[in-house]
């Protein structure tokens, strides 16, 4: 094959070599008949690609190709490096391509339902720019969402997907340094896991099931089948009748289980040394994506302490009842008193990531292990950014006769999950772990408003396309 240069490495260094890339058309201009001009784009750098009439090697019918050629189409062009004098507008490569041959292999239609530049855009230079009496047609979600393979070019669109890969990369390699083992459980189970009507019902071969809603059940057989400690990435569905910022029906589960020797501090361990590593890697590795989608989106660097704050669920309430706000000290913090108590946290603590624990057991699910000391209260905790819930997590109960009298108080049909309670009766160890949802990790990390930023193809109560 032939050496192909990505538009990022076009510098001054390959000034005078001739060169091949391959780009999209983000804009062409024509001036007379006899030059033209066009900016590529690849990954988000873009260089300016110059097309003038030569005896034997341009025409005049291939500048008028190249300067009507459709934005967003794809094309491959031959050409020589060149250094202007004068600083290059409008691309982010301060070199020109002088095209010798132009090959367009991938047309785009003319009249696209998004334009990339306009969805680019942050509020301020829209309001900027409607100011100034400028024709622009502000790019609402749903137009986004329908034409998303569009909207995904947008360099905050490209910059949120990188760091969600980065953010599943971590999450893996921190594990395996700590002796975790990768699991996948089936997708396809026969009861809820999580308690709730929240499912996806489904016939399987004529009996009833439903598509998983967290591998918890699964993840915790795993740990009874020796493996000591597990974690799966996958997908989990819930069945959401509710439409907000950051509930989706389908999600992926960033999901942990590990033996107990002592404490269920231990799992909060894992939260906290898993957690700060994985921000200060994207702090320090992901500079460039984090700026793309702050020139979009802007946002403040999330603030975290070096050890992770933790407080007791009866230390929040007490904080928000000082601050005036009552809540059911045996009940569960809705959304508003959680993003309150953020607040309170980060006035006192100066931290926006901190771990919630000891719920009360009532609200928690069947399987998660009341503490010995007060059975009103449980081994459990939330995870917290800016306010908003991203992990759940706990000690499970190891022992079938507590299991079972938990499920049926918890009004969970025994039978669903018998193989589930059974394997505890084979000799288990005392476990717990945590859930967290990828999507709500990277959307409270950059401070974005909606999950669907952050899911490519996200599916919601209304949206099963594209
Ligand atoms: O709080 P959840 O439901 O907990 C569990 O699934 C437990 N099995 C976890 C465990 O190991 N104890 O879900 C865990 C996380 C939440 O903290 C949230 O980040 C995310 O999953 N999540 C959702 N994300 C997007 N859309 C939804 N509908 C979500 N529901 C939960």
Excluded at 139 to 159: K, M, S
Excluded at 317 to 339: F, H, I, S, W
Excluded at 348 to 364: C, N, Q
Excluded at 379 to 394: P, W
Aim: aromatic share 10%; with cysteine.
């Amino acid at each position: 094959g032939r050496k192909w240069t990505a538009i990022e490495f076009l510098k001054e260094d390959l000034k005078d070599k001739e060169v091949l890339i391959r780009g999209r058309v983000q804009t062409t201009r024509a001036v007379g008949k006899n030059i033209g001009f066009l900016v590529l784009r690849e990954r988000g750098f873009t260089v300016q690609c110059v097309v003038t009439v030569a005896p034997e090697l341009v025409s005049r019918q291939m500048v008028k190709f190249a300067t009507s050629l459709s934005r967003e189409s794809y094309v491959d062009v031959e050409g020589v490096v060149s250094v202007p004098g004068v600083a290059i507008k409008g691309a982010s490569q301060q070199v020109e391509i002088q095209v010798r041959k132009l090959y367009c292999v991938g047309k785009a239609i003319p009249n696209l339902p998004i334009n990339i530049e306009d969805a680019a855009r942050s509020e301020a230079e829209i309001e900027k720019a409607l100011q100034a009496g400028e024709q622009l047609v502000r790019v609402n979600q749903d137009t986004r969402l329908n034409f998303r393979v569009l909207d995904i070019r947008t360099p905050a669109n490209q910059a949120i997907f990188r760091i969600q890969c980065q953010v599943e990369n971590i999450f893996r390699q921190f594990l395996l340094s700590e002796g975790f083992v990768g699991i996948h459980t089936p997708k396809l189970i026969a009861g809820s896991s999580e308690g709730g009507s929240a499912v996806f019902k489904l016939d399987y071969k004529g009996q009833p099931a439903c598509l998983a809603q967290s591998p918890q059940l699964h993840k915790q057989m795993a740990i009874c089948g020796d493996f000591g400690r597990v974690f799966e990435i996958g997908p989990v569905f819930r069945a959401e009748d509710s439409f907000t910022h950051r509930h989706l029906c389908e999600f992926t589960g960033l999901d942990v289980e590990t033996e107990i020797k002592e404490h269920y501090s231990e799992v909060m361990d894992i939260v906290d040394r898993l957690f700060v590593s994985m921000f200060d890697n994207l702090n320090e590795n992901f500079k460039k994506e984090l700026e793309a989608i702050g020139r979009q989106y802007p946002f403040e660097p999330l603030k975290y302490l070096r050890k992770t704050l933790r407080l007791t669920f009866q230390e929040g309430v007490q904080m928000l009842k000082d601050a005036g706000v009552e809540v059911d000290p045996y009940g569960d913090l809705n959304t508003e008193a959680e993003r309150k108590l953020g607040q309170l946290v980060r006035d006192k603590y100066d931290t926006e990531f901190y771990i919630l624990h000891r719920y009360p057991l009532a609200v928690r699910p069947f399987y998660t292990m009341p503490c010995y000391d007060d059975p009103a209260y449980s081994n459990s905790f939330d995870v917290f950014i800016r306010g908003e819930e991203i992990i759940s997590g706990a000690q499970r109960v190891h022992i079938p006769e507590l299991l079972t009298t938990r499920a049926e108080a918890c009004g969970i049909d025994v039978k669903t999950i018998s193989t589930y309670i059974d394997s505890f009766r084979y000799g288990a160890p005392p476990h717990g772990g945590f859930g967290v949802g990828l999507e709500r990790v990277v959307m409270l990390f950059c401070a974005l408003n909606n999950i669907r930023k952050t899911s490519l193809f996200p599916r919601d109560p209304l949206r099963l396309a594209p």
